[in-house]
């Protein structure tokens, strides 16, 4: 059996162990509901034109009705970017978890996939295009180095990189996901759907992802959201954007801003000290009864 002193060492080395576990990595994320804050820049499909009605009913359709794809895109892709996290925040109390170069670290990454497959314009002195998308991921990188905008989508290398995000030395994959269908009830087949003034190219848009990888991945694989025909998803994104570039060019279509929520698990580092923690104290209420 133990003595008083061997379980107070024990208590010790848990207490430090703990320490080591949130001084270890700059990003120490608690578990329950989080609310994940970020910026991002898109490269967007436009121009389906004013006059009300649907104007396609295909990724193929929609293709040929838009008079100015996304610039670079990949295939029939209509929307792509990159984000940075700018904080990451319990709902429960508002505490700030993470914040954008916090211990010299950041959460940058890159969107795309998404392909328009049904466009209505709807408004006659107003017009504003709705599109539903299907496809889409994300992948999410932790490295020492914010993202670099200035690239525009000329930074973009291949399908799934970009110039100071993907390829920064010693950088990590920290979460990569799938848009998940659903978004749109009673249209369970959409990914993604977005809606802006046509004369503004001013709107917002959202989305249910899947984590599919990277280290984080089993951190936010939860189902815990919902969509409007009842499947489950791992997180919900919501955005909201304004024109960047009026000339059209070949610059970002839009900046953005918006959050990220879901429900994150504790770090199974930390339950397993917890568990070795509670033994400790078990071992404790024994030695002293």
């Known amino acids: 059996m133990m003595n008083l002193k061997t379980v107070s060492k024990i208590a010790a080395g848990v207490v430090l162990a703990f320490g080591a576990v949130s001084s270890a990595s700059a990003i120490s994320i608690e578990g329950g509901d989080l609310k994940i804050t970020f910026n991002a820049y898109d490269a967007g499909t436009i121009g389906y034109g004013d006059t009300t009605g649907i104007k396609c009913t295909s990724v193929a359709s929609c293709d040929a009705a838009a008079a100015y794809p996304a610039p670079n895109a990949m295939g029939s892709e209509d929307t ?3 984000f940075s996290v700018q904080s990451i925040t319990k709902k429960s109390d508002g505490s700030l978890l993470f914040t954008a170069g916090q211990g010299g670290q950041y959460l940058t990454g890159m969107f795309g996939g998404l392909s328009d497959t049904l466009v209505d314009v709807a408004g006659a002195i107003t017009p504003a295009t709705t599109a539903a998308a299907t496809g889409g991921w994300l992948n999410m990188y932790l490295s020492g180095q ?45 990914t993604y759907l977005s809606s802006f ?35 489950a998803h791992d997180l919900f994104l919501k955005v909201t954007y304004g024109q960047t570039d009026a000339s ?10 918006g959050d990220v929520q879901g429900k994150a698990l504790p770090e199974p580092a930390s339950l397993a000290l917890f568990g070795l923690g509670l033994a400790g104290l078990a071992a404790l209420r024994r030695r002293r009864a």
């Open 146 to 190: 914010n993202y670099n905008s200035s690239f525009g989508p000329s930074g973009r290398i291949g399908a799934t990189g970009y110039n100071g995000i993907t390829n920064v030395p010693g950088g990590t994959l920290a979460l990569s996901a799938v848009f998940g269908a659903g978004v749109l009830g009673g249209q369970p087949q959409y």
């Open 197 to 231: 003034a046509n004369n503004t190219i001013s709107g917002g848009g959202q989305g249910f992802l899947d984590v599919t990888g990277g280290s984080m991945q089993d951190k936010f694989n939860t189902n815990a959201q919902f969509d409007p025909n009842g499947g």
């Open 80 to 82: 792509w970017g990159i």
């Open 248 to 257: 059209r060019s070949a610059l970002w279509t839009v900046d953005a801003t």
